[in-house]
């Protein structure tokens, strides 16, 4: 009798070993700002509460093209120096789901791509407000390609928005950014960026694994057997 209890508690034992799993889904945008992008994601099947969800991991990147430009004319009586800053930001609104992190602040992937270049440029030439591409006045900057991301853990308090079996969307809006530093009293003139990305939601979780199931009417069978012998 004693040994069938030792089998038996190793057999419970054995049953409860769980099977790590993730799914991952991955949704893209481009274009050229301003624009927005609606992304609709699945929400996480928990088979019944057979599957346990223990995170959500989402994550977002943000790229924009290399050969957009811009060009500063000084139209000041003085020299200007400063940072000029050409790009695209970008961040999420949702309504159907909260992306409330671990610390409980919200997820916005907020994000800056963007190239800089430090410009000095001479008082005006005398093209007034003439905006003219030549001159000590006169400075450009050409984007190359850049590339920025981000990401969360959401808390648990959340997780019951995303179980089921519909599905639910998120808006990434992609505007163009643009900072002139010192340069206020001077013209700019360019071709706009072209920016694109990805935002992606991992979910992770675990399942009991396949053998777990026969084990557990293993026991079960065991069970009644030990009843019908040592109890009859």
């Not at 990147?61 to 400063?82: E, H, K, M, R, Y």
């Not at 396949?210 to 293993?218: D, E, K, N, Q």
Request: glycine share 10%; charged share 10%.
């Amino acid at each position: 009798m004693k040994k069938i209890l030792i089998l038996i508690s190793a057999l419970l034992v054995a049953a409860g070993t769980l099977q790590a799993a993730t799914i991952t889904q991955t949704k893209t945008f481009s274009g050229s700002p301003n624009y927005s992008s609606i992304l609709t994601f699945n929400k996480f099947d928990d088979a019944g509460g057979t599957y346990t969800l223990n995170s959500i991991f989402v994550s977002v990147v943000l790229n924009t093209a290399a050969g957009a430009s811009l060009g500063i004319d000084n139209d000041g009586q003085n020299p200007a120096s400063g940072t000029a800053s050409f790009g695209s930001n970008g961040g999420i609104t949702a309504s159907d789901v909260t992306l409330l992190k671990q610390n409980f602040s919200t997820f916005y992937g907020t994000l800056v791509s963007t190239s800089s270049k430090q410009m000095t440029l001479a008082a005006d030439d005398g093209d007034s407000t003439t905006f003219s591409t030549s001159g000590t006045d006169y400075d450009a900057l050409v984007t190359s390609a850049t590339s920025v991301s981000d990401n969360a853990y959401l808390s648990s308090a959340v997780f019951d928005q995303y179980k089921g079996n519909g599905t639910y969307t998120v808006t990434y809006g992609v505007n163009q950014y643009l900072s002139m530093g010192a340069f206020s009293g001077a013209q700019f003139q360019g071709n706009p960026v072209s920016a694109d990305g990805s935002m992606s939601i991992q979910y992770n979780y675990t399942i009991p694994e396949p053998a777990s199931a026969s084990l557990t009417a293993l026991i079960f069978v065991a069970g009644f057997w030990i009843r019908r012998r040592f109890l009859a």
